[in-house]
């Protein structure tokens, strides 16, 4: 059974799952202090890991009905992230396996969100496209197998897509986290009331996007809650058709006919319709594996690559910008 730990943002979460892949538990406490000010202030993140990372853990252990005897693996992010976060769940890992000897593995953030789509009962295996769209990243990935190489077949140039939903939803006087609140205005607007740019570029660029929404928003009467509307639904559909536009040239450039979905605005309802739209195999996964988790993290330790006692005790996080999918 591996003991997993997730805390590079503003979510501590604990899994333990099965060495089949079935989740025990899947426990996420998120951070809603933030909200206030409008986005994750890093030290506020990092001081309150340190307050619930014990209670998160006993809570998965009491979910799960089971005991830390029964722990055969531990597992916890290492990096990209905020540094100070990070640390907080890192160190908790490898404290619990350096206690008990145990193996340690040290886990890409972004390879984890591949990694869902490994978890019971879906278990949707290599070869596919990955698509992972967060609030940090997004990267289209060809995986070829567990633990394989991955190859970046498209990655983000300036804003990721969770980034524009957050910025766009701030433009348009929305509360924060940004991607939900756009979503559900964008539910009473017309998608094709405002054309948003989406981009030429191989990769992924959502500042000109980002521009297009400021400026047309000093064009109209952006008080109107109609007008908003229209204006959220349309940007919606430019970060969404993005992102389609780059998946359709990474599948027909690979020749793969198998996709999986990864990261916080997996859970997006616009972009989850129109990927089932595609003539393939399809992997969405459910919201609570979609955003920040520490099941996805116990997932890609499966793939291996775990450290013996004592060898991981030198082990460092490492920031945003650095990592194997970099």
């Given at each position: 059974?591996?003991?997993?730990f997730?805390?590079?943002?503003?979510?501590?979460?604990?899994?333990?799952?099965?060495?089949?892949?079935?989740?025990?538990?899947n426990?996420i406490?998120?951070?809603?202090?933030?909200?206030?000010?409008?986005?994750?202030?890093?030290?506020?993140?990092?001081?309150?890991?340190?307050?619930?990372?014990?209670?998160?853990?006993?809570?998965?252990?009491?979910?799960?009905?089971?005991?830390?005897e029964?722990?055969?693996?531990?597992?916890?992010?290492?990096?990209?992230?905020?540094?100070?976060?990070?640390l907080?769940?890192?160190?908790?890992?490898?404290?619990?396996?350096?206690?008990?000897?145990?193996?340690?593995?040290?886990?890409?953030?972004?390879?984890?969100?591949?990694?869902?789509?490994?978890?019971?009962p879906?278990?949707?295996?290599?070869?596919?496209?990955?698509l992972?769209?967060?609030?940090?990243?997004?990267?289209l990935?060809?995986?070829?197998?567990?633990?394989?190489?991955?190859?970046?077949?498209?990655?983000?140039?300036?804003?990721?897509?969770?980034?524009?939903?957050?910025?766009?939803?701030?433009?348009?006087?929305?509360?924060?986290?940004?991607?939900?609140?756009?979503?559900?205005?964008?539910?009473?607007?017309?998608?094709?009331?405002?054309?948003?740019?989406?981009?030429?570029?191989?990769?992924?660029?959502?500042?000109?996007?980002?521009?297009?929404l400021?400026?047309?928003?000093?064009?109209?009467?952006?008080?109107?809650?109609?007008?908003?509307?229209?204006?959220?639904?349309?940007y919606?559909?430019?970060?969404?058709?993005?992102?389609?536009?780059?998946?359709?040239?990474?599948?027909e450039?690979?020749g793969?006919?198998?996709?999986?979905?990864?990261?916080?605005?997996?859970?997006?309802a616009?972009?989850?319709?129109?990927?089932?739209?595609?003539?393939?195999?399809?992997?969405?996964?459910?919201?609570?594996?979609?955003?920040?988790?520490?099941?996805?993290?116990?997932?890609?330790?499966?793939?291996?690559?775990?450290?013996?006692?004592?060898?991981?005790?030198?082990?460092?996080?490492?920031?945003?910008?650095e990592?194997?999918?970099?």
């Amino acid at each position: 059974m591996i003991l997993a730990f997730e805390t590079s943002c503003d979510d501590t979460c604990a899994a333990l799952v099965g060495d089949d892949g079935t989740v025990l538990a899947n426990v996420i406490s998120s951070q809603e202090v933030h909200n206030r000010f409008g986005g994750v202030v890093p030290e506020i993140a990092a001081r309150h890991h340190l307050e619930l990372i014990d209670a998160v853990v006993a809570e998965a252990f009491a979910r799960a009905g089971v005991g830390i005897e029964q722990v055969s693996l531990v597992a916890a992010t290492r990096g990209p992230g905020l540094t100070g976060a990070l640390l907080v769940g890192f160190c908790a890992g490898k404290s619990f396996a350096a206690a008990r000897e145990l193996p340690f593995a040290a886990i890409d953030h972004l390879e984890g969100h591949i990694a869902a789509a490994y978890l019971a009962p879906a278990r949707f295996e290599p070869p596919f496209l990955a698509l992972i769209a967060s609030g940090g990243h997004t990267l289209l990935l060809d995986v070829s197998a567990r633990g394989g190489p991955v190859e970046v077949l498209a990655r983000t140039l300036d804003d990721a897509a969770g980034e524009a939903f957050d910025k766009g939803a701030r433009m348009l006087g929305l509360g924060y986290p940004g991607g939900p609140e756009l979503s559900r205005l964008a539910a009473d607007g017309d998608p094709r009331s405002y054309d948003f740019p989406t981009g030429r570029s191989e990769d992924f660029s959502f500042a000109g996007l980002k521009t297009a929404l400021l400026y047309k928003t000093r064009e109209v009467d952006a008080s109107d809650r109609q007008v908003r509307a229209n204006l959220a639904a349309a940007y919606q559909r430019a970060i969404v058709e993005a992102l389609l536009r780059r998946v359709l040239r990474g599948l027909e450039r690979s020749g793969r006919t198998r996709l999986a979905l990864g990261g916080g605005v997996a859970a997006n309802a616009a972009l989850r319709a129109r990927l089932g739209e595609l003539e393939v195999e399809l992997f969405l996964p459910p919201p609570e594996l979609c955003t920040d988790n520490a099941a996805m993290i116990a997932a890609a330790a499966l793939a291996g690559g775990a450290l013996s006692y004592p060898d991981y005790l030198g082990l460092d996080v490492y920031a945003t910008g650095e990592g194997p999918l970099r």
